[in-house]
């Protein structure tokens, strides 16, 4: 299994690993060795969310060298290459090593090495594409790959290798309790609850945001504020709590989350799809081929997001929370556009090659 660089690809790893722990143990063709007959290994960037991340479950961890490949002017562009190629090496030697049956790539920069040491070894490949449009990797990726699953329906790629799964994600999330939250954050279960977030490494033009809406926004909610590593606020107030990062715990918080704001990123997107949460999306304007604004346009042509565009983020709040039809039908989208099997979905397609 390879990707990293954000918690957006490598959570949807640990997701596929639960499935084909649960899934194999069933099919007779994967019925040797630990693990239900399935013997993984995890290779990541060296950035340190990845293993950490990983490093909470029982799957051994391997880190690369692997430089981006970027559309714009950076001093990196003369170190890029030789870390592409360095990983590479490092690729060549663990795939020799450990002589998978199959390369799962959820796709980024750090799954370009070790995808092209696969294909010359000849391990098949399966690519997974997150978002609406395929970045620059992952399009040399698909090239390589025996099968192509797509979370969005408009990836436009070679149809015979396309599988349209949505995007795997922990189904753990919706064993949240009511009560563990509200311990969490000392917050009561009279006043309703908003979430925000900026992604696993957290927003800093959204956390400003807060900070400088949130005298009107207590008035109605309770916030919950996901910040990101250093990106802390100076709010101080009872209908208020900021974490850097929530790992098992989110799953609580969502159980106590009326309403969400946050970033378009395909993991937090299926997420919300999967829990039914209203939801309020800030796109990334800076995301690689525009991809989280394309992600949002799709929920919201789906009735199952706002995007906030020029309103003031408390008025559209409170516009969505004081309409309940509103809220029922944006539930009813979201219900629609989840894809709860698709973890499951996937390992089936790995257990098939």
Same mark, same amino acid.
């Given at each position: 299994?390879?990707?990293?660089?954000?918690?957006?690809?490598?959570?949807?790893?640990?997701?596929?690993?639960?499935?084909?722990?649960?899934?194999?143990?069933?099919?007779?063709?994967?019925?040797?060795?630990?693990?239900?007959?399935?013997?993984?290994?995890?290779?990541?960037?060296?950035?340190?969310?990845?293993?950490?991340?990983?490093?909470?479950?029982?799957?051994?961890?391997?880190?690369?060298?692997?430089?981006?490949?970027?559309?714009?002017?950076?001093?990196?562009?003369?170190?890029?290459?030789?870390?592409?190629?360095?990983?590479?090496?490092?690729?060549?030697?663990?795939?020799?090593?450990?002589?998978?049956?199959?390369?799962?790539?959820?796709?980024?920069?750090?799954?370009?090495?070790?995808?092209?040491?696969?294909?010359?070894?000849?391990?098949?490949?399966?690519?997974?594409?997150?978002?609406?449009?395929?970045?620059?990797?992952?399009?040399?990726?698909?090239?390589?790959?025996?099968?192509?699953?797509?979370?969005?329906?408009?990836?436009?790629?070679?149809?015979?290798?396309?599988?349209?799964?949505?995007?795997?994600?922990?189904?753990?999330?919706?064993?949240?309790?009511?009560?563990?939250?509200?311990?969490?954050?000392?917050?009561?279960?009279?006043?309703?609850?908003?979430? +925000?977030?900026? =992604?696993?490494? *957290? /927003?800093?033009?959204?956390? &400003?945001?807060?900070?400088?809406?949130? @005298?009107?926004?207590?008035?109605?909610?309770?916030?919950?504020?996901?910040?990101?590593?250093?990106?802390?606020?100076?709010?101080?107030?009872?209908?208020?709590?900021?974490?850097?990062?929530?790992?098992?715990?989110?799953?609580?918080?969502?159980?106590?989350?009326? +309403?969400?704001? =946050?970033?378009? *990123? /395909?993991?937090?997107?299926? &997420?919300?799809?999967?829990?039914?949460? @209203?939801?309020?999306?800030?796109?990334?304007?800076?995301?690689?081929?525009?991809?989280?604004?394309?992600?949002?346009?799709?929920?919201?042509?789906?009735?199952?997001?706002?995007?906030?565009?020029?309103?003031?983020?408390?008025?559209?709040?409170?516009?969505?929370?004081?309409?309940?039809?509103?809220?029922?039908?944006?539930?009813?989208?979201?219900?629609?556009?989840?894809?709860?099997?698709?973890?499951?979905?996937?390992?089936?397609?790995?257990?098939?090659?």
């Amino acid at each position: 299994m390879v990707g990293g660089g954000s918690g957006g690809h490598v959570m949807p790893n640990l997701a596929i690993a639960n499935a084909l722990k649960s899934y194999c143990g069933t099919n007779s063709r994967a019925n040797r060795g630990p693990h239900c007959g399935i013997k993984l290994l995890y290779v990541g960037s060296r950035v340190p969310l990845d293993r950490e991340l990983v490093k909470a479950t029982d799957i051994p961890f391997k880190s690369i060298f692997a430089g981006k490949l970027r559309r714009y002017f950076s001093w990196r562009h003369f170190v890029d290459p030789f870390l592409v190629l360095f990983g590479f090496l490092q690729s060549l030697i663990i795939i020799i090593r450990f002589w998978p049956h199959v390369v799962f790539a959820k796709g980024g920069f750090v799954c370009l090495p070790v995808a092209l040491a696969a294909f010359i070894l000849r391990r098949p490949i399966i690519l997974h594409e997150s978002d609406s449009v395929m970045g620059l990797s992952n399009r040399i990726v698909s090239r390589l790959a025996r099968k192509v699953c797509v979370a969005f329906p408009d990836v436009i790629i070679q149809e015979e290798k396309v599988e349209f799964t949505g995007n795997p994600i922990r189904l753990s999330i919706q064993k949240g309790d009511r009560q563990k939250g509200y311990q969490i954050t000392g917050f009561h279960p009279h006043k309703p609850t908003l979430l +925000v977030w900026g =992604g696993s490494q *957290g /927003a800093q033009e959204i956390n &400003e945001m807060v900070e400088r809406d949130f @005298p009107r926004l207590k008035s109605t909610f309770q916030v919950i504020h996901i910040t990101g590593k250093d990106k802390a606020t100076t709010i101080q107030d009872e209908a208020y709590v900021s974490f850097d990062y929530l790992g098992p715990e989110l799953k609580h918080i969502y159980a106590i989350t009326d +309403v969400v704001v =946050g970033r378009a *990123g /395909a993991n937090s997107l299926y &997420e919300l799809a999967l829990m039914q949460k @209203p939801n309020i999306l800030i796109p990334l304007k800076s995301s690689a081929h525009n991809h989280q604004q394309l992600n949002a346009e799709y929920f919201e042509r789906m009735g199952a997001s706002i995007i906030l565009r020029d309103q003031p983020l408390h008025d559209i709040l409170l516009a969505l929370w004081h309409s309940p039809e509103k809220q029922a039908r944006m539930k009813e989208s979201l219900a629609s556009v989840a894809k709860p099997d698709a973890a499951e979905h996937i390992a089936r397609l790995i257990l098939s090659l």
